[in-house]
């Protein structure tokens, strides 16, 4: 099997990339992004993001829309994740997170895959965790080093430990369930 992955996200191809691997399945990284809705949930983002590209290259298509929701926060940045770490990235993030007792956040990412001429589908995965108060760790990317799972941060844990327990792995199994079991 081979599944076009359309992202820009260097980091997150390389995930999926080793993912899928260990599954027999091959990832071809497309570059050309989509449009991206204003809303609140990744849930319709992933959707139409897929949707779009799958009838436009005419092929089916996978897409990852992701984010972190910090509890003392409201679930910002959610959503604007992208937004928030190109415009204040970690050590603001943290800054914001100074007074703040609640350290409680969970990562989420929705898979979206799309066949041409079809609805979209829809795969979530979550892992909850912590706002560490400083960064840790060179591994992984974006809020991996302020992000805290059972003690480490995802920086710290190196690419095979994340792969195994990360939001982004749970949303891929749940797309696997799927995609292994039709006809
Ligand atoms: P594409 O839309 O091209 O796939 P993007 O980087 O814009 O790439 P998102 O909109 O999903 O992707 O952005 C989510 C933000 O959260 C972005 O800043 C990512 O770097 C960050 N992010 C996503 N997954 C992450 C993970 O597993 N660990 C740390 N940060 C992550
Ligand atoms: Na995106």
Redesign the pocket.
């Known amino acids: 099997h081979k599944i076009i992955f ?4 260097k ?2 191809f390389a ?1 999926v990339r080793d993912i899928l691997k260990t599954f027999g399945i091959e990832v071809v990284q497309n570059k050309n ?1 989509y449009p ?1 809705l204003q809303e609140d949930e990744l849930e319709p983002i992933a959707a139409y993001g897929a949707q779009y590209v799958a009838n436009k290259l005419n092929m089916s298509v996978m ?6 929701f910090i509890n003392a926060l409201n679930g910002f940045p959610g959503p604007y ?2 937004f ?3 415009k204040l990235g970690n050590l603001k993030v943290l800054k914001m997170m100074e007074e703040e007792e609640d350290r409680a956040a969970y ?1 989420k ?1 929705v898979i979206g895959y799309c066949e041409p001429g079809k609805e979209p589908l829809v795969f979530p995965g979550i892992v909850e965790g912590k706002i560490a108060y400083e960064e840790r760790g060179t591994g ?5 080093p302020i ?1 805290e799972y059972q003690g480490m941060t ?1 920086g710290e844990l190196g690419d095979e430990e ?1 792969n195994k327990v ?3 792995r749970r949303a891929i199994d749940k797309f696997l369930e799927w995609f292994s079991s039709r006809a």
Do not use: A, L, M, P
């Open positions: 359309v992202t820009g996200n980091g997150k995930e992004g991206e897409v990852d829309d992701s984010g972190i994740s992208r928030v770490e190109d990562f990412t992984g990317f974006g809020y991996d992000f995802f994340k990360s939001h982004r």
